[in-house]
């Protein structure tokens, strides 16, 4: 197909099933957007904090527009389901976050999942001393946000970047007294103690093993170092990574949230036509 005035040749320049619209934000060296090819065999991973949506000091006061909950929906749809949010939240915590949204989820970072087969947790319980060191430790320091969420638990400092090293000290030694069966994950802006018993990778693997994802080709959306194993994981299945904003790197990218919600909207469009008509992709 011809390329359009202003638009670069690359991996994306054969999207002929996309409105005008989208084919002009598929402008690589204008948008920054490096991705795949839409494909009607897609089972997509979705992170969703840095992903989906910006960050924010208050991470308990994070909703998802009704525009992006209705690509989301309609996007599922045209996967027959294969689409996942896997993220850090705890699966209560994102059902708030996507009020009307019915999806498959992981959540704590593949401790919780919902898939067709409902719910399954392995989260243990978190000591109670550590809620109230970490509580002790935020009445000392106000400007940390300690995020609960009841199997893990995690301390941010997006308004305190000073108080890092007090939070990583603090956590590092919780950690330490526990033991093995707990760790700390990092990530924008935040440390988290979590059970170490899952990553995003385990819970990607395991909807990778059920209907409707079983067989299809894994894409993976994320921005953070916790979400580098799902990144390898799908890469190794022959799927595709997509690092969102600078702190990660994988061989397509987009530069931020909000151009993760437009591209998402694009392949919402794209796969609307009818199958073949994306086949036989960029990726
Ligand atoms: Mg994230």
């Not at 005035?5 to 054969?14: F, L, Q, R, V």
Request: proline share 8%; net charge neutral.
């Amino acid at each position: 197909m011809p390329v359009a005035p202003g638009e670069s040749p690359g991996a994306n320049d054969a999207f002929g099933a996309l409105p005008a619209a989208c084919r002009r934000r598929y402008r690589p060296r204008v948008n920054g957007w490096h991705t795949p090819r839409p494909r009607h065999d897609w089972a997509l991973f979705l992170d969703v904090d840095g992903t989906l949506l910006e960050f924010v000091d208050d991470p308990g006061a994070v909703r998802a527009g009704s525009g992006l909950v209705d690509v989301l929906d309609a996007l599922a749809r045209a996967l027959d389901g294969a689409l996942a949010l896997v993220s850090g939240r705890s699966l209560a915590q994102l059902d708030r976050v996507f009020p009307d949204l019915s999806v498959s989820a992981a959540g704590l970072h593949g401790l919780e999942r919902r898939g067709a087969a409902g719910v399954e947790s392995s989260a243990v319980a978190l000591p109670s001393h550590v809620r109230a060191a970490l509580r002790d430790l935020a009445s000392r320091h106000p400007a940390l946000r300690i995020e609960d969420k009841g199997a893990a638990i995690a301390v941010h400092w997006r308004e305190a970047p000073a108080l890092e090293p007090a939070a990583t000290a603090t956590l590092r030694r919780l950690a330490d007294a526990l033991g093995p069966g707990w760790q700390l994950q990092p990530g924008a802006c935040v440390l988290e103690l979590k059970p170490a018993l899952r990553t995003k990778a385990d819970a990607v693997r395991a909807f990778l093993a059920e209907p409707p994802f079983v067989g299809r080709r894994p894409v993976y959306v994320g921005d953070d170092l916790t979400d580098l194993d799902g990144f390898a994981t799908v890469e190794a299945l022959g799927g595709d990574a997509i690092a969102v904003g600078p702190r990660v790197a994988a061989r397509w990218s987009l530069p931020d949230p909000a151009s993760v919600r437009d591209w998402l909207a694009c392949v919402r469009a794209a796969l609307g036509s009818p199958p073949g008509a994306c086949a036989g992709g960029g990726a």
